[in-house]
């Protein structure tokens, strides 16, 4: 199992960007799938983004393709999310999480281990 911490959430304007960062510690290496969820006030948890970790590959929901970068650092074993143009849509508690498997999974019940989430507001 692995351990995640997020951090870099807060209030912005919209068209401003933001990046998430997320920590990962608990295993001398990360295998799998790491993803970022977001959740909405009131509203369910929804896939964002997904990077396997073993060569890179991503996928993202399609609200936030062109817009947000999902990235890895091998050896600092760290999860970012860089967040641009944001709209007040992407308000929501962001996420980060682990899968065991190296599919890119965008069902977040396919996800076994959480962080605590960061808040993100973006005002209008």
């Known amino acids: 199992q692995v351990q995640l911490v997020e951090s870099g959430g807060g209030l912005v304007q919209a068209g401003e960007s933001l990046k998430l960062l997320c920590s990962v510690s608990?295993?001398?290496?990360?295998?799998?799938?790491m993803g970022w969820f977001r959740q909405p006030p009131g509203k369910e948890r929804e896939f964002v983004a997904a990077i396997r970790w073993r060569d890179g590959t991503t996928d993202y929901a399609d609200s936030v393709k062109g817009r947000f970068r999902i990235s890895r650092d091998i050896v600092s074993k760290m999860v970012y999310l860089q967040m641009n143009s944001l709209k007040p849509e992407d308000t929501a508690v962001y996420y980060c999480?682990?899968?065991?498997?190296?599919?890119?999974?965008?069902?977040?019940?396919?996800?076994?281990?959480w962080g605590q989430g960061t808040r993100v507001t973006v005002s209008s």
């Open positions: 608990g295993r001398t290496s990360i295998t799998g799938t």
């Open positions: 999480t682990h899968r065991d498997g190296n599919i890119l999974e965008t069902r977040a019940a396919e996800y076994a281990e």
